[in-house]
């Protein structure tokens, strides 16, 4: 596609339960970041992904976040027992090799109810 | 040490004026600084970026200044239009492509 795109959009699910964030990036774009974005922390890294694997995970914040990338394209965010501070903005961006620069998508607003 | 701080939170400009948001790094590691430009409801979006190998650089309305001994660099945006009225984030990366963002400056533009 044009430029990088997630889904869903918006996501309203119950404490305790999984959600799954989907990314597809822009095509030909081997690096691939999660970034989350909330009021009180501003823009935080995740994680990176060069190809399918992932050489920095040192922005997820406990062992309920987790994340995959298939085929060098689509990644998958996991957010197992989701709790209230999981509440946020989830962008994912892709650039060319690893390269800048570093393009967004629109992000999936995840709201913990 | 890989914090990037940015100033200032919020900015009122009116239109035809300057808008000048400043940021600070700590980690010399950094050699990739870019600038995102971010309206409701959006992704970020590049504006403009700079390696300190350059002191500015220029795109349009939009230029970076860079001042690497001081580790500063800011945001000018000449002829402020309300358009542009959205949030602006600096941001900086080393070899790993990893942003470090700061936390970002709200720009109104009064017509």
């Known amino acids: 596609g044009a430029g990088v795109s997630q889904s869903p959009s918006n996501k309203v699910t119950e404490k305790g339960k999984d959600v799954e964030l989907r990314c597809d990036p822009i095509?030909?774009?081997?690096?691939l970041y999660w970034y989350r974005q909330s009021l009180g922390q501003g823009l935080e890294f995740l994680i990176y992904?060069?190809?399918?694997?992932?050489?920095?995970k040192s922005g997820l914040p406990s062992d309920r976040f987790s994340a995959e990338r298939t085929g060098g394209s689509v990644s998958t965010l996991t957010i197992q027992r989701t709790q209230q501070e999981d509440s946020a903005v989830y962008l994912c961006?892709?650039?060319?090799?690893?390269?800048?620069?570093?393009?967004f998508g629109d992000g999936t607003r995840l709201s913990i109810l | 040490q890989q914090q990037v701080k940015q100033s200032p939170q919020s900015l009122i400009v009116q239109k035809g004026g300057i808008s000048i948001i400043n940021c600070a790094y700590e980690?010399?590691?950094?050699?990739?600084f870019p600038w995102y430009q971010q309206f409701p409801g959006k992704g970020p979006a590049l504006l403009i970026a700079?390696?300190?190998?350059?002191s500015e650089k220029k795109e349009g309305r939009f230029t970076i200044s860079f001042n690497k001994s001081a580790k500063q660099f800011s945001l000018h945006i000449m002829d402020s239009q309300p358009g542009d009225s959205a949030t602006y984030f600096c941001?900086?990366?080393?070899?790993?492509?990893?942003?470090?963002f700061g936390q970002g400056t709200t720009l109104q533009v009064k017509p």
């Open positions: 961006a892709s650039s060319f090799s690893g390269v800048q620069p570093q393009h």
């Open positions: 095509s030909g774009h081997t690096a």
């Open positions: 992904f060069q190809g399918n694997s992932a050489p920095d």
């Open positions: 980690n010399t590691a950094f050699d990739y």
């Open positions: 700079i390696r300190p190998d350059v």
């Open positions: 941001a900086a990366a080393g070899n790993t492509g990893k942003l470090i």
